[in-house]
């Protein structure tokens, strides 16, 4: 088992930062590839990026350049720093894990998301 706490959402202006967390408990998070999801109002669940056991990284096309994923096994936790958002980012953000190599909307984990607003 696998359970997962995000943190570090908030309200940022166009042109912020942020740096989300995803703190997990299990002894199995080292083997998992982890990645980030959001949601905005009224739209489905996006994938944004992920990073898998080795360290292998993808992103969505709409933060490549922007956003970066890394992962701390010491501390069970993975990171996305957010820079230059943007309004069209705003969104609550969501963690997942899975014991395979990718990370789907299938994936057995989920953390109970992080709300990112950016104002314009």
């Known amino acids: 088992q696998v359970q997962l706490v995000e943190s570090g959402g908030g309200l940022v202006q166009a042109g912020g930062s942020l740096r989300l967390s995803c703190a997990a408990s299990?002894?199995?998070?080292?083997?998992?590839?982890v990645g980030w999801f959001r949601q905005a109002p009224g739209k489905e669940r996006e994938f944004v990026a992920t990073i898998n056991r080795f360290g292998n990284i993808r992103y969505a096309d709409s933060v490549k350049g922007r956003f970066t994923i890394s992962r701390d096994n010491a501390k069970n936790t993975v990171y996305l720093q957010m820079n230059s958002l943007k309004p069209e980012d705003t969104a609550v953000y969501y963690c997942?894990?899975?014991?395979?190599?990718?990370?789907?909307?299938?994936?057995?984990?989920w953390g109970q998301g992080t709300q990112v607003t950016v104002s314009s």
């Open positions: 299990g002894r199995t998070f080292g083997s998992c590839t």
């Open positions: 997942a894990a899975d014991l395979g190599m990718v990370v789907t909307s299938r994936s057995p984990y």
